[in-house]
Structures are given as C-alpha cells and as structure tokens.
C-alpha cells in the first residue's frame, strides 16, 4: 500500500495538490484499508465499486486482495495518474459517479453490467449520502457497502428514534438495511488532514419484504421494489419535513393508525417500523 511520503511523491511529480472542493483527503492509513477491506471479507474474483480511488492507494490493495475493481473518479488529473499506474488492471470511469435526479451514472451502470458488486471507498463527502441512498433505493444487485464517511453522516445513519440526528437518511437506510460502524478514523489516518473525524461503516441490504431487524409487511406489501422504496424515500422526507407536528395535525385525527401510534405522536419519535407501517397505511 502507498505510504503519506509515497502519495505525496505521486503528486508532487505531476504539479498536483488535493482540491478541497471535491472533498480530496487520501487515507493513508494501511490499518484502517486493511480494516475496511477485511469488513467487505473480498473473495478472488468480486466485483468491486471504488468511487474516489484518489492515487489508487486502496484500488492496489483491492487489487492484491483479488477484486475486479470499477473506480470512478471525476477528477481528470488523478484519472490520469491512476490510469498510468493500474493500466489495463481495473476498469476506470471518469467523471461523476452520479447522475441527476441522484441516479447512478450511466457509465458505471453499463460497466457493472447488472453483475453483482459491493461498493467499497474512501467516499469524498459530498457524494457520501445520495450515492449510498440511490444504490439502496435502485440497485439490488449491490450486495454492501463498506464506505469511510464523515462521523456526523454515520451517527445520522445509526440514529435512534427521539434523537436529533434521527430523520430521513437514517431512517431510508434502517429501513432497507442493517447498518454497523466498523471504527472511528481520527483526521490523522488522512493527507490533508480533514477538520472532522470520520468513521467507517457498512452497509448490508436486507432481505426483499424485510426490515433491518428481520420484520416485514405482508407479502406484497412491502419494499421490494424500487418504486416502493422510492415511494418510501419521498413519504419519509416529507413527513420529516413537518417533525415537530403530531400526526394527526398532518393525516387528520379522524383515521386509524398503525400498533403503537397515536394522533398526538410527532414523526421524530416514530421507530422505523412503525414508519414503514404509516407509509403503507397512506398508501
């Protein structure tokens, strides 16, 4: 793996420094890759999605552990680089992971190729959240996720009914899948160093129909399908966007409602099943 003095060097020789604007802090860090790469538990032959591969420091050690390896990078400066270095042994997309509307870019659509894939990276910070939402929302066949993201993003994502940093990331996500935190990286562990702390995670799809925990609607029901889940996603954002006011402000008090709920609940403190249940009842 590429060392500080290495990943320094690399761009030094090309006139290069990291643009703060496209979130660039290189984890350098040889613990915490073999860290992230040990949660994906990457076998010979797995597809791997690497967004932000920077100087390739993780893409090598993607490599070394046997992934076929997708890195997207928009920078066309580090494209280059990364090109030169690793040739013909990854597939490299340059340009913008993502689409608009928050979809996945056509280009990293047609190299997946419907195969599955696990997505793992070192997540530029402003990416981090719709491209983790989107690949939940409407790629099946990504079968995880093992990401570095800021601290405060992977709090929001394990976030417990009542608490402030529960809203609709967090709850979008619990809803589809089971969410761990791997580790805390300090700033230190990157070059520029960030003025936050960041925190590794992963991110396992549930089964079709069932939640995080194991519970699901009835067959038929339930969030199988991305229109569902994109139906969900929208039900969930707008809901949270009224929080503070109880439900039956919102729905009307005259209605019934789900195990567990009342009128004079606010959403905040809703669990993410009996979110699931309201968004099948006002269906």
Not at 98 to 122: C, D, H, T, Y
Request: charged share 25%; net charge positive; with cysteine.
């Amino acid at each position: 793996m590429q060392t500080i003095t290495e990943i320094r060097a690399l761009l030094a020789e090309r006139g290069l420094r990291p643009r703060h604007r496209l979130g660039q802090n290189f984890l350098h860090d040889q613990n915490q890759l073999r860290k992230l790469i040990a949660a994906a538990q990457i076998a010979p032959g797995d597809l791997v999605l690497e967004v932000g591969p920077g100087t390739g420091t993780l893409t090598e050690a993607l490599l070394e552990a046997g992934a076929a390896v997708i890195a997207c990078e928009i920078d066309e400066r580090l494209a280059d680089l990364v090109a030169d270095r690793l040739g013909e042994r990854i597939t490299l997309i340059r340009g913008d992971c993502l689409a608009r509307g928050r979809a996945l870019a056509p280009s990293v659509v047609e190299a997946i190729n419907g195969r599955a894939f696990r997505l793992v990276a070192n997540l530029p910070y402003q990416v981090a959240s719709p491209l983790m939402t989107t690949l939940l929302l409407d790629h099946a066949n990504c079968l995880g996720q093992y990401v570095t993201i800021q601290k405060e993003v992977a709090d929001r994502l394990l976030a417990a009914p009542g608490t402030k940093a529960y809203g609709p990331l967090g709850i979008i996500i619990q809803a589809l899948a089971e969410v761990k935190r791997i580790g805390a990286v300090p700033p230190t562990c990157f070059w520029p160093q960030p003025k936050v702390t960041s925190a590794m995670i992963s991110i396992f799809p549930s089964p079709p129909g069932r939640g995080a925990r194991g519970e699901g609607p009835p067959e038929g029901e339930g969030l199988e399908s991305p229109e569902a889940r994109r139906s969900f996603a929208r039900f969930i954002t707008d809901l949270f966007s009224k929080r503070r006011k109880q439900l039956g402000t919102i729905f009307g008090r005259d209605r019934s409602w789900p195990d567990g709920v009342t009128a004079d609940m606010r959403p905040e403190v809703l669990t993410v099943e009996q979110l699931t249940h309201l968004w099948r009842a006002a269906r």
